[in-house]
């Protein structure tokens, strides 16, 4: 693990430790996709890309990660769901506008952003609009209505990112997701979800695709081993005192 990310993991333990609310391994889990993007790193994004948290409570790996980038305060992200705090356990786009939409309720991004490649294809704008969605959420109907209208509008210009960490497998197997999404007519590409060489070239992919999803494959809780696939700490959040503990055994 990098340094900059292992302060990242330890900026989303103590924000949860403090607030007594969060949801860490959500955050965890897709903390490398988020990064990965808003890093200067990836080079082939175009200035008016735009990137959807459809994963709402998984806001915290946006915050530290804008933090980081410097598009937002850590005095913001210190204060994490307290009072008065723009930063809620979902985001909020009126308070944060780089949030572009405000998530939480699922199932609502990913027709948002087919909405915002329509309006895009119709200006002749050329961008992509990337939407990072959980596996659990694939379970609202919205999804599959939103796959259908930009299959039947040949809405071009939009890239699903998956966090594929199998958390909904205990209540409804997803089978085969490749097949599913291109039955939509959208191509496929399943990635090591946290893997940055990997996911930056996938990140370039879907810029030459007209729609396209990216299946990373991740770990909930990745970085933390007491928190990894353990739905336990799904809204479980740790002592101040027992941060080092955890980090220790990473």
């Known amino acids: 693990m990098s340094t900059s990310l292992n302060k990242l993991r330890l900026q989303i333990l103590h924000a949860v430790a403090s607030a007594q609310e969060g949801h860490a391994p959500s955050a965890l889990s897709i903390l490398d996709l ?4 808003f890093s200067r790193e990836h080079e082939t994004r175009r200035d008016n890309d735009i990137f959807l948290l459809s994963k709402g409570h998984a806001s915290l790996a946006m915050y530290v990660v804008l933090a980081s980038c410097d598009l937002l305060d850590i005095e ?3 204060a994490y ?3 008065g705090s723009k930063l809620g356990g979902h985001p909020d786009s009126r308070k944060v506008p780089l949030l ?3 998530s939480g309720s699922l199932g609502h991004g990913l027709p948002l952003a087919v909405g915002r490649a329509m309006a895009s294809q119709l200006r002749e704008m050329k961008r992509t609009v990337f939407v990072l969605v959980g596996d659990g959420e694939l379970n609202e109907g919205t999804n599959w209505e939103a796959l259908l209208v930009a299959s039947s509008r040949k ?3 939009i890239c699903v990112i998956l966090d594929a960490n ?3 497998e205990r209540a409804i197997e997803l089978s085969d997701i490749r097949m599913k999404f291109q039955s939509f007519g959208f191509e496929v590409r399943e990635i090591d979800g946290h893997n940055h060489t990997t996911i930056l070239e996938s990140y370039r992919w879907a810029t030459e695709r007209e729609r396209s999803v990216i299946v990373a494959r991740t770990v909930k809780g990745f970085g933390i081993p007491l928190m990894e696939n353990n739905p336990e700490w799904h ?3 740790p002592k101040i005192s027992e941060i ?3 980090l220790n055994k990473s």
Request: charged share 25%; net charge negative; with cysteine.
């Open 34 to 37: 988020v990064y990965c993007w």
């Open 76 to 78: 913001e992200v210190e």
């Open 81 to 83: 769901c307290q009072k």
């Open 100 to 102: 572009q939409i405000s």
């Open 155 to 157: 809405i071009s210009g």
């Open 166 to 168: 199998g958390s909904t």
């Open 235 to 237: 809204h479980k959040f």
């Open 244 to 246: 080092d503990e955890m």
